[in-house]
């Protein structure tokens, strides 16, 4: 839902948080003189977030307590198991409560109606911790890590000044295995801010009418290619990217899954066939499974697999303050 420049608002937002709140970042000799973590604004202060995570985490749900914690706020864990929603109670009534209380829902849902639901009756602002279609605090997450490794990308850009986020130069990314929610989010993402994507999947596990339905309405489709052949998507790739095979409510079909993406692992063998750039990077969303990324690859020296993660709590840290604490997502806001 948000615009390029809102997007990249909440990225320098993101990072200027992170430098604050992790002094010792700075380069030597702008260190503060004490290394203590610093605090962000306390936009949250007395104010309460509702978690309402209908599936498992660990990212998600660290980066949102942690944050809330580091905004001066209290973030409530709500899972399936605790509340009423979807047993003794609808996602209308349970939205109405939830916002009566609370400040904020971030919420990770099933089906992706379950949050436009939640969204449409609830009386404070509604973020989506995961839904079967998108996954869009994650793109936040990897465009960070990114942006700070931009220096391996090759392309000379106009160095940003000291303590601001580093430019991004256009890439090219593949992403090579299964269309689902965190790729969604990256196809209504990066052709807007100027990057191509090239995936490759089978053509029974493409994006769902829906999805490719708002694509074209970003007109997004244009940086977009599909391609059945893993070799064909990683050629002249600077970040190659995959996510599991199986995504959480699949498990039936996992040995459908297994065999039907087969020959799709990312490996060094891979990307060097395909012709990917020497110095490409890799991504995952994690969790992650072996068989969508060899070992060599997601422990070796491309992978940004554990910087990605960390960057979770950040932007995550970026869109509570603005969201939650000042309901307040223009780019005006973001700007300020
Ligand atoms: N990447 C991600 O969303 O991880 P979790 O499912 O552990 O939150
Ligand atoms: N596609 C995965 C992402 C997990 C963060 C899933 O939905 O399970």
């Known amino acids: 839902d948000l615009s390029p420049a809102q997007i990249n608002g909440i990225l320098a937002h993101s990072y200027a948080l992170k430098r604050q709140s992790l002094p010792w970042l700075e380069p030597k000799g702008r260190r503060s003189r004490s290394d203590k973590l610093r605090l962000p604004p306390q936009s949250l202060f007395n ?18 307590e942690t944050s809330s914690v580091l905004l001066g706020g209290r973030a409530l864990f709500l899972g399936r ?6 047993v003794n109670e609808s996602a209308r009534d349970t939205a109405r ?4 209380m609370t400040q904020g829902i971030f919420a990770r849902v099933g089906e992706h109606e379950e949050i436009e639901e939640l969204a449409k009756y609830s009386p404070v602002p509604v973020l989506n911790a995961l839904s079967s279609y998108w996954h869009p605090t994650q793109i936040l997450a990897d465009l960070l890590t990114l ?8 392309t000379r850009m106009p160095q940003a000044p000291t303590g601001q986020l580093p430019s991004l130069p256009p890439l090219t990314v593949a992403y090579v295995g ?7 989010d990256m196809l ?14 089978p053509e029974k596990y493409r994006a769902p009418a829906a999805v490719w339905d708002r694509v074209v309405e970003l007109e997004c489709d244009k940086g977009i290619t599909w391609t059945a052949d893993p070799k064909e998507a990683v050629h002249k790739a600077d970040v190659v990217v995959t996510d599991t095979w199986i995504s959480m409510g ?19 063998k891979l990307c060097k066939e395909g012709g990917a750039n020497p110095n490409w990077q890799f991504l995952h ?11 060599e690859v997601f422990f070796g020296p491309r992978s940004l697999v554990y910087p990605e993660a960390d960057n979770r709590k950040w932007t995550i840290m970026a869109l509570f303050d603005l969201l939650f604490g000042r309901w307040d997502l223009s780019a005006e806001g973001v700007d300020r």
């Open 188 to 201: 209504v993402t990066f052709p807007r801010l100027g990057h191509k994507l090239q995936v490759a999947s």
């Open 47 to 64: 104010k309460t977030i509702a978690l309402l995570f209908s599936k498992r985490s660990t990212r998600t749900r660290l980066a949102a």
């Open 178 to 184: 299964d269309s689902a929610n965190v790729l969604h």
């Open 250 to 268: 699949q498990e039936a079909e996992k040995e459908e899954r297994l065999k039907a993406f087969e020959g799709y692992q990312v490996t060094e």
């Open 285 to 295: 969303c994690l969790p992650r499974k072996a068989q969508e990324v060899d070992d």
């Open 147 to 154: 942006h700070e490794h931009s220096h391996l990308f090759g």
């Open 97 to 100: 409560v939830m916002g009566g």
């Open 81 to 86: 198991e605790d509340i009423q929603l979807g």
